[in-house]
Every structure is written in C-alpha cells, then in structure tokens.
C-alpha cells in the first residue's frame, strides 16, 4: 500500500500550537494550493487542504510559519469521520504532516531561522607531477594484467 502526499502553498492562517489532554503538541492549519491547470479564459483555481501536525513537527511549524508563508509538506492523507454540532455525519480528509520544509525567500519568512553555518573553506595543493607514473597499456585496452587475470588484485 502507498499512502503518499506531497503540497506546497501558504497558509490561510498563522499555525496555533494545541497540546492533547496527555500532554502531546498538536496544529491544525489549511495549505492554499494553486491548481496547476487553468482552462483558457477562466481564473486560476485554488484548493484548501486541510493538514495536522503532531509533536516535534507541530511544535516546528508553531515557532517559524505564520499566514501566508510559503509551506511544502510531506504526509500522508487520513480520514476520519465525526458528528457535527446539529448530529450530522461528517468526514474529514487531512494531510498528516511527517516533513515540512521552508519555500519562500529569506524575506517572506521573515528571517526568523537560524541560517545554516557556512562550511569551512578548503585548500587543495597541487602535486608535484614527477611523483606520477605512466601505468603500460596492453592492447585490450585493460591495464591490469592479462587474460589469465594475474594481475588483477582481485
């Protein structure tokens, strides 16, 4: 079985973080999702999608997204089915976030993410080329030893 979705859009929202009865973080937000299709003559079409978010990535999402970021998401889609205030069966359809990454500029997110550290330069010295040989060449091609394959260190 495969159970796979992956979106990118803003939230409609800033992200609430909410913590269950024993003790585990949760959100709830909507992702607007541009449709990739537009029919000639018609405005663009959007969708809604409703995600969840549990524990470390709620809390993750909680501290650095607000309304109108752009958010990609990676989850899987779960429904679920409830009773409304008037005794109405409904059924949810969400996105269960497992990995959520940034999308837009560095200004849109409003820079409040640490910046990755810069790695360390390197220096590369040349060799001198004496300390290179030319290795012999048969005339297959291989240079490692005959047909019989002595010379292979394998």
């Not at 929202?13 to 973080?25: C, D, K, Q, V, W």
């Not at 409703?50 to 650095?64: D, G, K, L, S």
């Not at 990676?74 to 949810?92: F, H, L, P, V």
């Not at 999308?103 to 080329?129: L, T």
């Amino acid at each position: 079985m495969l159970n796979c979705a992956v979106i990118m859009g803003r939230l409609t929202a800033t992200p609430e973080l909410r913590t269950t009865g024993s003790g585990i973080s949760v959100t709830s937000f909507t992702v607007a999702v541009d449709r990739a299709y537009v029919k000639a003559g018609e405005e663009k079409q959007t969708d809604f999608i409703n995600v969840v978010a549990w524990r470390n990535t709620a809390e993750f999402i909680t501290r650095f997204f607000t309304k109108g970021q752009m958010i990609a998401i990676q989850g899987s889609i779960q429904t679920r089915n409830y009773e409304d205030k008037n005794g109405n069966k409904r059924t949810a359809v969400e996105i269960v976030a497992q990995n959520v990454s940034f999308c837009g500029s560095k200004s849109e997110s409003g820079g409040n993410y640490a910046q990755p550290q810069a790695a360390p330069a390197v220096s590369y010295q040349s060799a001198d080329a004496g300390s290179f040989s030319v290795l012999p060449d048969d005339s297959q091609g291989f240079p490692f030893g005959s047909d019989d394959d002595e010379g292979l260190p394998f």
